[in-house]
C-alpha cells in the first residue's frame, strides 16, 4: 500500500516496503535533500539498487553527482582518477558511468570486454569539447618531438594521440615523470598555468576552459572572505590563476576532500562544482559549508530515471573504435601506473 501523500516516479510507487528499505539512505543524507523530494528519489533509488543485483551491475559516480545518486545508488564515487582506478579493478559485468562521457569512455577503454552505459549521451564537457585529433597531430606537428601531456577530461580519440594522460591530482607528478624540458599540456590552459607555476618544465598549453570553473574570479573569492571572518578557501586548479592566488589551499577533487578531512575548518568555501560540497557537507556535518554555486550542467543531466532506464535497458553502451581504444589505453594504463 503506498504512503499517503506519496508522489509517483513514472511508474513507480512509494510504498511502505519502498520506504523501509531506503530508510538508512535518507537519513544520512537528509540534511542536504529535502524531504518533500524523498518520496520522488526513494522509489527510483529502490528500483536502481534491485536492477545492479540483477545484473551484476556497479554505479560509478563523480563527486559532482547529485547526494541521491552520490549516496543513494553508487557503489564506487571519486574524481576522474579515482573512478580510472576502480573501473579498471571490477568484476562486474555492466558498469553504469554517473559523470560525462569522457569518463565512460576511459571506464570502457580499461574495461573493454565489459558493457559500459552511458545514462545520457549528451552528457559532455567543455574542455573535451574544446579540442580533436586533428589538433593534436598539428601541435605534434607544430613542436615535433615534444611530449604530449593530456588531461583525462577529454575524448578517447584525443588520448590516442598524446603519450599519457593525467588528472589534476597527479599532473604535476605526471608531466615531471616524461623528464622532459617540454611538454604539450592540453586542454585546459588555467590547469596547465598551475603545472608551470609548479615545475621547472616549459608547458606549451591549449586555450580550453572548463565551463563551471572558469566563472569564478579572485574579486568573487574576496568578497566571501569579508562576509565571512576566518573563512578558509580551497580551490580546484581549473579555476583562473587569480582565483588560485586568493585560496588556502589548492588541489583536485580528491585533494580537496582530503584536506578538509584532515584539517576541519570551521567555515570553508569549496571553489568547485557545488554538489560536491553537499556530498562533503554529509561526511561532515559539523563543518559550515559557503556555497558559491556553480553547476556543472553536464553533470546535472544524470538523474535516477535515467540511471534506472539505463539497467533496464542495458543502453546507451558505450562503443569504441578498436583501434583507437588500443592507442588511448596505453595513455591511460601509463596515467595508471604513475599514481
Known sequence: MAIAGAQDSGSLSFTEEVAE??????????????????????????????????????VLAHNYQTPEIFYGVADITGDSLALARRAAET????????????????????????????????????LASSITGADVRALRAAHPGVPVVTYVN???????????????????????????????????TYLATHVARNTDVEIIDWQGRCEVHERFTGAEIESFREGHDGLTVIAHPECPPDVLDA???????????DYVRRERPDQVLMVTECSMSDNVAVELPEIDFVRPCNLCPHMKRITLPKIRRALETLSPAVELDPAVAARARVAVERMLAVG
Not at 91 to 116: Q, R, S, Y
Not at 154 to 176: F, L, M, P, Y
Open 91 to 126: 568484476d562486474a559485468d555492466v558498469i553504469v558511468l554517473a559523470g560525462v562521457h569522457f569518463m565512460a569512455e576511459t571506464a570502457k577503454l580499461v574495461n573493454p570486454e565489459k558493457t559500459v552505459l552511458m545514462p545520457d549521451l549528451e552528457a559532455g564537457c567543455s
Open 21 to 58: 528499505r531506503t530508510a538508512a539512505i535518507f537519513e544520512r543524507i537528509k540534511t542536504v535533500v529535502p524531504p518533500l523530494e524523498w518520496p520522488l528519489h526513494a522509489p527510483e533509488i529502490d528500483a536502481i539498487n534491485r536492477l545492479k543485483a540483477q545484473r551484476n551491475a556497479i
Open 154 to 188: 577529454t575524448s578517447a580519440e584525443v588520448k590516442a594521440e598524446c603519450d599519457i594522460c593525467c588528472t589534476s591530482g597527479n599532473a604535476i607528478k605526471v608531466v615531471e615523470a616524461l623528464n622532459a624540458p617540454r611538454v604539450i599540456f592540453l586542454p585546459d
Open 247 to 257: 585560496a588556502d589551499f589548492v588541489g583536485s577533487t580528491a585533494g580537496m576532500i
